[in-house]
């Protein structure tokens, strides 16, 4: 019987770190294959198959970071690069393709405005509702705010500090 496989989409530098890890230990305890995948979105007016190295640049370089988070933890970790006019579809292609049990991708806060992003399209929204398999989501806490501490002194009695 062939061992599970997992897949960790990852879109930046910024996620992969934690999407890393987390994929790492979901994936040990169901002693599955991992695999992180990053997909280029190419637009229309570029062949997808285009002969450009530029093209492939950052997405090689997320991919070579995840290799390096994988091997602190001495964990074997297989990469997959793939062109794609929607990154939404070809995740869940390759799932489905993959046989994948699990998915774990990233998102970023959501946008305050809910319409905004529904117009927009979201890959992940578009992963969630059309994977093969169960999907985590992985949203990072907020950013700490600055505090002013000068609205947190309360203001002296009478003129007198």
Known sequence: MDRPRV???LRDLESVESLITLAIHLSSSM???LVALHVVEVPAATPIDAEDEIIDHAGKEILAA???VAERSSTKLSTELLRAREAGEAIVGEAKDQGVELLIIGHRRPHPNALTELLLGSTVLH???HAPCRVIIQIPPPKPREVN???LTP???NGVE
């Open 31 to 33: 002693d599955a294959e």
């Open 149 to 151: 501490l000068a609205r």
């Open 66 to 68: 995840a290799i390096r």
């Open 127 to 129: 992963v969630a509702h």
């Open 7 to 9: 897949i960790v989409a």
């Open 155 to 157: 203001p002296a009695e």
